[in-house]
């Protein structure tokens, strides 16, 4: 029997759906066709017929170890047992010291300190926060512009929609935060359709940084942040050579460095994290999602040795930074963090990426024959992208159908637009993998 059919079917559908208003979900479509998961269990979910559904996404990008591994589910119930909450404003517990050091020891040096929150939104605001206060607590109170880029997705809070890329989540909001601008995305599908990995042409587009920091004078310039991959948009791969000369700008023009490694952190590229895998080390990190498989939310920064040591020098009775959450280092989340960090080591899914990447590439690749408006493909460690031509005068269209039908034959896809994104649990199976593919090639040609 498959893995998942033990798991009960959950609650039946709700009497009333008027009341959840869901994000980012056409809330009224939904209530006339409701997609409900009730249960999941390693690569499945059910939903409330008690249908079985293969997991293409890891949830959101998040269950990176699966569903309900043990491990996991009795470290939460423990530790909601011991001790719910402790407040870690001038007081401590001490797990998020002991997840801290493990966290530590994972990532690239000098990124040595970490802090946390409970969202990739809340670690992205924290990250470039810390980067304004850090120029101005070294005497650079005039470094308060914040670069990212087109199409970037770096949650939802005031600086994290600012700093994105996306025109759908920043029409509705004003103009955002003052001083932020924006390089072009990478993706170029013109020159790029159909690359195996990192696409060959777009190394330039690098430059642009050089040209808004010259425009807006190196010395306004506090951080640039970037999605090491682009998840949200779409999957967007950076060309080779691309970060490290963003690397390269930065360090000639003293501006900080942030990846945000919300979707590519633990395990997804093959790594700990991205700048690992591309050999890149940023200054500031931002993660959440796989950081306890999607458990219990949380979120984190980590910050280099030289970014934290400028807090450091006040008085010692004087508070080093005014931020930081109710939930920052929560029990629940910690316990939750170090079993699935504890996991990830035990079954070796931080490289598993690696060893399935062909695989993945090759049965992924094969969907091009299923659909004739199928324009791009992509893939990198275990993050697979399909791009379908835009029907004529319903962009989105498509995307939706693949979504609904996908579901309704047994697969969790993700859409954004027409472009379909998967990204499995890092549990994944070769028999899964050609199963999701078969699903989708046939959900595909239908569309
Ligand atoms: N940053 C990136 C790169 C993301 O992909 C996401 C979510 O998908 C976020 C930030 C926001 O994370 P959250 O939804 O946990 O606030």
Known sequence: SLPGQAAAPGPATPASMDAFWMPFTAN???????????????????????????????????????????????????????????????????????????????????????FFTNSGSESVDTALKIA?????????????????????????????????GLPNNRKWFGPGLPGVDHMRHTLDIARNAFSRGLPAHGVELAEDLERLVQLHDPSTIAAVIVEPISGSAGVILPPPGYLKRLREICDRYGILLIFDEVITGFGRVGAPFAAQRFEVTPDMMTVAKGLTSGCVPMGAVF???RVHEAFMQGPEGAIDLFHGYTYSGHPLACAAALATLDTYAEEGLLARALELEDYWADGLHGLRSSNPGIIDIRNYGLIGAIELAPQDGAPGARGYQVLERAFRKGLLVRTTGDTIALSPPLIVERQHIDDMFSMLGEVLATV
Request: proline share 6%; with cysteine.
């Open 132 to 164: 304004i206060a850090w120029h101005r607590a070294r005497g650079e109170g005039q470094r308060t512009r914040l670069i990212g880029r087109e199409k970037a997705y770096h949650g939802v809070g005031f600086g994290g929609f600012s700093v994105g």
């Open 28 to 114: 009224r479509q939904f209530r006339r066709t409701p997609r409900l998961l009730a249960a999941a269990e390693g690569m499945y979910y059910r939903d409330v017929e008690g249908r079985q559904i293969l997991d293409g996404t890891a949830g959101l990008w998040c269950c990176n170890a699966g569903h309900a591994r043990p491990r996991i589910v009795e470290a939460i119930a423990r530790q909601a047992a011991t001790m719910d909450f402790a407040p870690h404003f001038q007081m401590g517990s001490p797990l998020p010291f002991e997840l801290a050091a493990r966290l530590k020891e994972l990532a690239p040096r000098p990124l040595d300190h970490v």
């Open 303 to 305: 910050v280099s040795d």
